[in-house]
């Protein structure tokens, strides 16, 4: 998704002379439109509800590089476009490659370094286990503490534990699945959720990016003037 500003409209008539220090006004002119759009584009993804991550992706660029130009223009865009647009249109997301269920990861799920959830592939690496897929009415869902959103199947572990140091699953010892070893966790009996299983997910329209290219084209004006000295 993509906004750029521009305005050499404005300047016809004007002496070539001028052109230079016209120049500078117009590079300050749209670089200050761009990080208006910036900003507002993050405000907007923020105030609905889909975190700074991905209000982090909003870029901008201000062409020709390194200097002021009469044609200068910023380009505004995102480094998440595919998400952007599901949430600017409304989209109904489901199974790439043929694929029957959507993995949708649960707070149980370990975690990169930059906060990226490990995919399902990555989580059975991690823990050396292949996943049980279980329906809802199953019994071990019962056994189960992990908050899940509705779905029509789940995928997880059990015979895990709590590491102490972080407070993260990991695989048990046979010790810790033994009872009556001093070693013992009760958690090891516990169907672990990792992953909840639905055929699509539809995502609303939760960004409106025409009204926020209309602000901008409606501001660049004022900021011609403001720079305008």
Partial sequence: MRHSVGGRESLDGLERGLED???GFVTKAIREGAD????DWRD???????????????RTEIYPRAQNSLDAA?????????????YARGATIRPANGGRYLWIPTDEVPKMRN???LDPREVEARFGKRFV??????????????????????????GLAIRRASGRWRTATRN????GHRSYRETTRQFVIMFT????????????????????????????SKHWR
């Fill in 176 to 179: 810790q699945m033994t009872p």
């Fill in 74 to 86: 910023g380009l505004i865009s995102t480094k998440a476009p595919k998400i952007i647009d599901s």
């Fill in 36 to 39: 208006e759009v910036k900003q």
């Fill in 115 to 117: 906060g990226r959830a």
């Fill in 197 to 224: 299983l639905v055929p699509m997910v539809k995502v609303s329209k939760r960004l409106d990016l025409d009204a926020i290219a209309a602000a901008a084209d409606a501001r660049f004006d004022g900021l011609l």
């Fill in 21 to 23: 220090e016209i120049a």
């Fill in 44 to 58: 907007q993804i923020m105030d609905a509800g889909l975190g700074q991550r991905l209000a982090n992706t909003i």
């Fill in 133 to 158: 897929i279980i329906n809802p009415q199953d019994w071990r869902m019962r056994t189960s503490s992990t908050a899940v959103k509705r779905g029509v199947a789940y995928a997880g572990f059990t």
